[in-house]
């Protein structure tokens, strides 16, 4: 099977842009979570998406969302983007194997705010 | 307010050895337990995982242990190899129909030839 696929890999905004993040979760797999990597704060989760509605959120303003398609794929968007949010922006997607939930990370999209 | 820890941020073991990480959690909350290895600019990989209903957990050189009176957890690498340096997260969820991960900061190790 095909693994988690996060595009693009890099990306180069300016202060006050937006932007959209996309992650195809391993075939399957019908939820799909995000998370923020930063040097400081380490990995932090954003939200979480199954079957289209999101289920749990993270503690991060209103300018981040995301939204989930049909076939599982998510996007996620920033809106109105700060320097802060200079991150390696994490997709994984999510099985439950016995009961337990693991959940297998894409590459990542980095995300330079200049 | 850190519900897990990983409070070394750093260790260095010789080639052959056992390396022992660590991590803390403060969440009774937390059931099922994950150790992930990162390489830089990659996403995490899944090593191996553990529920709250056992006290340990083997694939291959990996092991963890869980200790649920104490809050603690250890992955034990043996033996270790150089291919095995990376930064090692901790995770945590807490179930209840979540998949919400909770991650420690890490433990960059570097395994010396």
């Known amino acids: 099977k095909a693994g988690v696929t996060q595009t693009p890999r890099y990306l180069i905004k300016t202060r006050g842009q937006q932007v959209t993040l996309s992650c195809s979760p391993i075939?399957?797999?019908?939820?799909v979570s995000w998370y923020q990597q930063t040097p400081g704060q380490g990995l932090q989760f954003l939200f979480e998406y199954f079957s289209e509605t999101q289920r749990n959120k993270g503690n991060f303003p209103g300018r981040f969302s995301g939204r989930q398609f049909s076939n599982s794929r998510s996007e996620m968007n920033v809106s109105t983007l700060e320097l802060g949010d200079s991150a390696l922006y994490l997709c994984?997607?999510?099985?439950?194997?016995?009961?337990?939930?693991?959940?297998?990370f894409g590459p990542g999209t980095r995300l330079l705010v200049l | 307010d850190q519900q897990v820890k990983q409070n070394s941020p750093s260790l260095s073991v010789q080639e052959g050895r056992i390396s022992i990480l660590n991590c803390d959690y403060t969440?009774?909350?937390?059931?099922?337990f994950l150790w992930y290895k990162k390489y830089p600019a990659e996403g995490p990989t899944f090593l191996i995982s553990?529920?709250?209903?056992?006290d340990k957990n083997e694939d291959g050189r990996f092991t963890v242990f869980l200790n649920k009176s104490a809050k603690h957890l250890s992955l034990h690498i043996v033996p270790s190899q150089p291919g095995d340096s990376a930064v090692y997260f901790c995770?945590?969820?807490?179930?209840?129909?979540?998949?919400?991960?909770?991650f420690g900061k890490g433990t960059k190790l570097s395994v010396i030839p």
């Open positions: 969440n009774s909350m937390f059931d099922y």
């Open positions: 075939s399957g797999h019908r939820s």
């Open positions: 995770a945590a969820n807490s179930g209840a129909g979540s998949y919400q991960l909770t």
């Open positions: 553990i529920s709250s209903i056992k």
């Open positions: 994984a997607s999510s099985l439950i194997q016995g009961g337990l939930k693991t959940q297998y």
